[in-house]
Structure formats: structure tokens, C-alpha cells
């Protein structure tokens, strides 16, 4: 170019630092002859994105005249490098701020983890654009103050796509499920079009209740969205069908594709595993070997749990012996884990131990949790002694330990072991997590504690139907197993009788209210106890009706009498 004025050094040093190509952006800003406010403001903001704190300063500080935007430059700078301090110094000193550069600061401050900083720089801001509010959000959200998270959204007179998918998002991640459904809800009533993040956040947390009525909504809105074409869009619809226990759906959507990625082939092949179907989930695993697709660590865990799941110890341990020399995936302390399930399960328990005492590493809580697991299945206390004593070295205050040892204990009678095992937990605040299940009818989510808690408004219908159901089971032949009352870890509390176990009022309600032809579905927050593994068998029986039960560890589909995990789990 014959001659170049301020605008062409300007536009082509902006072209360069657009493109990522900081250090010949630094070259041609030292060429310029003339450096204009823009020119310099760029070229801190390239800096800046590299981290280089000390050359934009320079620049900044050599400024003859700065405006606003050259001073929020810097300080934005220093903020999203985590120089919060540096960033405040400048902010009191500099003349003249707007909003962009108070939302930078409070973004520093929420970047940082610094939420009580955040929260005074907040209330002195004169004037709280949307941008700052919605990073107010996040900020008290991820720091567990959901509370204030939705004051600050509430009082916002005005509301953008991202204030409406940051509380989503918030809500999911902290565990406030029925509120991020009722969130959603509310969103459309109001004419908000929901955004990606908010429906990846939705599809989640449908999938984390198995709300399989309001994941079919956001599926058809992603379908019109043509957001349904997205390979990673396509794998969060795989997972929340699968989690919805509708693994036919899940199927259909993950054959739409021709070209599949390792998180789609991972989320199938754990799906099948979940559901019971070993067989099928080993038969994708070969298909995506065939296709070309290389399997990583989680597709192995996958594989290897569908192995466990299903009783087939010889084919687990030879993809698991292969897993380095025919696939160059690294056995890490999750295979390991799996594999100490799988003959834990099989009642291979010297097997199992022998497996953790050679591990290349330290076995970690999930490896001696899963040998615990098996010690129960098959009563062997010496075992079950050493791994849970492990696990209380690891997880001092976790429950399952203490509480399957004091049962274990029970059952031989050793009531001065059990006793100490209770005043050990009192003393150190360890407590059980109650035992609950849910299901989903009238396209509302209902919650079911153990013991006959009479907080459902429809306790009285649900209580007639369960002595009902108690009536048929008694003449198919069910006695109810007490046992489980004092042995199974993993259920509601002792003093809760079988038959108010928070799995049966939700299967009750069920057949009271989702129409006949239609699976129920049932999830279950802990493991389902052998009791009521039993009467459900039962009640699909008598009842003719499809019902599948969710549970901490798997899927159970019981049909005629059957389970699908062949009463293997």
C-alpha cells in the first residue's frame, strides 16, 4: 500500500490480533508511526489475552491520553488473569468508569472465587446492567448461595437469554432439579426462546429425575431448533433417554448417525450396561471397534461394568487384560474397580483381593467400596472387615461403611461390635442418607420417603392401594424377606417397615395414575433391597403391567415375573 494512515495500522493490527497472531501484532504496533488511543487499546487487549501483563502496562502507562475504553482494557486485563488487586488499584484511580468497566472488576472478583468482594462492588455499582447481574449469578450460584443467586434474578426488571440459562445452569449443578424444571416452565410462559446452554442444562437435569415427559418437550424444541443435528447435542439426548429408562428412544436417536463420536458410542454402550443388557452393550463395543472409532478409558468402563452387571467374569477379564495391548488404553484405578465388582459379584472374593493387593497404584475408595459390596452380597465378614476399614481411612464420613459393617455385624450376632460402630458414628456426625424414590405422573414429579410418610396429598389412596397389592402378592405366593430390614446398607432405616419402602408407595402410584400400556418408571435414590427386587417381580406379575426402577447403580425392567438383571445385581 503506497501510503497508510492511522486507520489502516489500526484495522490491520486489529486483523492480527483477531486472528491470534499477538506477536506480529506487537511487531507492526512498534511500526507504526503515529499510535492513536484505538491502536493502543488493541494492542493491550491482545497482551492481555496472552497473559502478558507487563508489556500492555507499558503501553498503557505511555498512553499520552487515555479514554475509557483504554482504562477498562487494562483493568479487564489484570481481572481475568487473576491480578484482582492490581485490577482494584487501577479501578480506584481511574477518572471516569462506565458500565462495562464496573462489570469487568465484578467479573474479576466472581472469576476469582472472591463472591463477598464481589457482592459489595456489586451493591455500590450505580447502574446494574444485565452483563453484571447474570455474572452476579453464576457467582453466588457456584459458590452454593443459590438463594442469593435467585434475589438477584428476581429483582432484575430486565432479563436476557443468558440470565434465564445461568439460574438453569446453577440449579442443575447444585441439585435443585424440580426448580430448574419450574424455571424452564416459566421461561416459555414468559416467550423466551431457550438458548443452547439452558437446553444442554434442562436435558440434564430431565435426565438426573427421569423426566422423560419434559425431555420429549425439549426434544421436540431442539428438533425445530435443528439443534437435534448436533453430534453433542445428540449424546446429551442418548444420555437422558437412557437415564429416562426409555433406551429404545436412546437407540433411535444414536442410529440417526452415520458419523459417530466416542461420546455417543460411550454413552450407549453404558447405557446397555445400566439396563441390564451385557450381551448387547459388548456387541456396539465390537461394532465401534469395527468402524474404525478407537475406544478410550471410558468406554472401557462401560464394557467392563456391562461384563460385571451380567455375570460374564471370562469375557471381563480378557478385555480388561487387552486393554493395553490390542486397544493402548492405560488400566486405571476405575477399571480396576470394575473388574473387583465383577468377581465380587461372581462370589470371587479371594479373587477379587488378590486383584487390589497387585494394583499398580493405590486403590482408592470406589475399588475397596466395591469389594465392601460384595462382601455383603455374599456375607464374608473378614473381607468385609478389612475393606471397610480401609474405606473409613479414606471417607472418615461417609455412612455405607459404618452402617453395612454394623449389619453385617448384626446378623452374626456380634451386638457389642454394632454398638460400638454406632457410638463411633455418633461421635464423629455420621449419617445415613434417607432413603427416596420418585416418579413422574400428570407430567409432575412426585417424592416418596421410606416409612409411610404421609406428606403426599394422596397418602390415603396410595396406603389403600398398597394394602391391596400386599393382598395379591400374599395369594402369588410373597413372604416378605425381614432380613433386609437389618441388613441391607443401602435402604431406608431399620425401624421403617418392608412394606413402606419409598420404591413400592412410587410403584403403587404408578398403577394409580400412569395409564395402563404404559411402562412405569421408578427412581430410587439408594440401592433397591432384595425385599422389594422381590415384590415388584411380583406386582408386574399380577398386574400385568411393564414397571422400570432406577436405582443407585443400575436398571431394573420387570416384566411377567422377570427382571432384567436376572437377579444378578
Not at 416452565?185 to 434442562?202: A, D, H, K, T, Y
Amino acid at each position: 500500500m503506497p501510503e497508510k494512515n492511522v486507520v489502516s495500522w489500526t484495522v490491520m493490527l486489529g486483523g492480527l490480533i483477531e486472528d491470534g497472531r499477538v506477536d506480529e501484532a506487537r511487531r507492526l504496533f512498534d511500526m507504526i508511526p503515529v499510535k492513536d488511543v484505538v491502536a493502543s487499546t488493541n494492542m493491550i487487549g491482545g497482551l492481555c489475552s496472552e497473559g502478558r501483563l507487563s508489556e500492555a502496562r507499558e503501553i498503557f502507562d505511555e498512553m499520552p491520553q487515555k479514554n475509557v475504553v483504554a482504562w477498562t482494557s487494562m483493568i479487564s486485563g489484570y481481572a481475568m488473569n487473576n491480578k484482582v488487586d492490581v485490577a482494584r488499584k487501577l479501578f480506584e484511580v481511574m477518572p471516569d468508569k462506565n458500565e462495562v468497566t464496573w462489570t469487568a472488576m465484578l467479573k474479576g472478583y466472581t472469576r476469582s472465587g472472591r463472591i463477598n468482594e464481589a457482592a459489595e462492588l456489586f451493591k455500590a455499582m450505580p447502574v446494574k446492567p444485565v452483563a453484571a447481574c447474570n455474572d452476579m449469578i453464576m457467582g453466588f450460584g457456584l459458590n452454593g448461595e443459590v438463594g442469593k443467586a435467585r434475589w438477584v434474578f428476581d429483582q432484575m426488571k430486565e432479563k436476557d437469554d443468558g440470565t434465564w440459562s445461568a439460574l438453569i445452569k446453577i440449579y442443575e449443578r447444585k441439585g435443585f432439579e424440580l426448580e430448574a424444571l419450574a424455571l424452564f416452565s416459566l421461561m416459555q410462559r414468559e416467550g423466551v426462546r431457550p438458548n443452547f446452554p439452558s437446553i444442554i442444562s434442562i436435558l440434564s437435569v430431565c435426565g438426573s429425575l427421569a423426566s422423560l415427559d419434559h425431555g420429549r418437550q425439549v426434544h421436540s424444541q431442539l428438533v425445530r431448533s435443528h439443534f437435534d443435528l448436533d453430534i453433542y447435542v445428540s449424546s446429551v439426548l442418548i444420555t437422558m433417554y437412557i437415564k429416562c429408562g426409555d433406551l429404545v428412544t436412546g437407540k433411535r436417536v444414536f442410529d440417526r448417525f452415520s458419523s459417530k463420536d466416542i461420546v455417543m458410542w460411550n454413552s450407549i454402550i453404558a447405557g446397555y450396561a445400566q439396563h441390564g443388557f451385557g450381551e448387547k452393550a459388548l456387541e456396539v463395543f465390537h461394532e465401534m471397534f469395527s468402524s474404525g472409532a478407537a475406544p478410550d478409558e471410558i468406554t472401557f468402563i462401560g464394557v467392563l461394568s456391562a461384563c460385571g452387571y451380567t455375570g460374564k467374569v471370562k469375557e471381563g477379564l480378557e478385555i480388561f487384560e487387552s486393554m493395553k495391548s490390542k486397544y493402548q488404553v492405560d488400566q486405571k484405578t476405575e477399571h480396576y474397580a470394575c473388574m473387583v465388582d465383577l468377581l465380587g459379584r461372581a462370589g470371587k472374593l479371594n479373587e477379587a483381593m488378590n486383584l487390589i493387593e497387585n494394583m499398580p497404584v493405590e486403590a482408592d475408595a470406589i475399588v475397596w467400596g466395591a469389594l465392601l459390596s460384595a462382601c455383603r452380597t455374599h456375607k464374608n465378614l473378614d473381607l468385609a472387615e478389612i475393606a471397610s476399614k480401609k474405606l473409613l481411612q479414606l471417607e472418615p464420613s461417609s455412612a455405607g461403611p459404618y452402617i453395612l459393617l454394623s449389619n453385617l455385624y448384626a446378623s452374626q450376632s456380634r451386638w457389642k461390635d454394632v454398638a460400638e460402630l454406632r457410638k463411633t458414628m455418633r461421635a464423629r456426625n455420621v449419617s445415613k442418607s434417607p432413603g427416596c424414590s420418585w416418579i413422574e405422573a400428570d407430567n409432575k414429579v412426585h417424592m416418596f420417603t421410606g416409612g409411610g410418610s404421609a406428606s403426599h396429598p394422596e397418602h390415603g389412596m396410595i396406603m389403600k392401594k398398597l394394602e391391596k397389592l400386599g393382598a395379591s402378592l400374599r395369594e402369588a405366593g410373597y413372604c416378605p424377606d425381614g432380613s433386609f430390614v437389618m441388613h441391607d446398607v443401602d435402604e431406608e432405616d431399620k425401624v421403617h417397615s418392608l412394606r413402606h419402602h419409598s420404591e413400592k408407595m412410587a410403584v403403587a402410584y404408578g398403577l394409580l395414575k400412569v395409564p395402563v400400556g404404559k411402562p412405569i418408571r421408578v427412581m430410587k435414590n439408594l440401592r433397591v433391597c432384595g425385599d422389594c427386587h422381590s415384590a415388584i417381580k411380583l406386582i408386574a406379575q399380577v398386574t400385568g403391567r411393564e414397571i422400570i426402577l432406577r436405582d443407585a447403580n443400575r436398571f431394573h425392567h420387570f416384566k411377567d415375573g422377570l427382571c432384567s438383571c436376572r437377579d444378578f445385581w
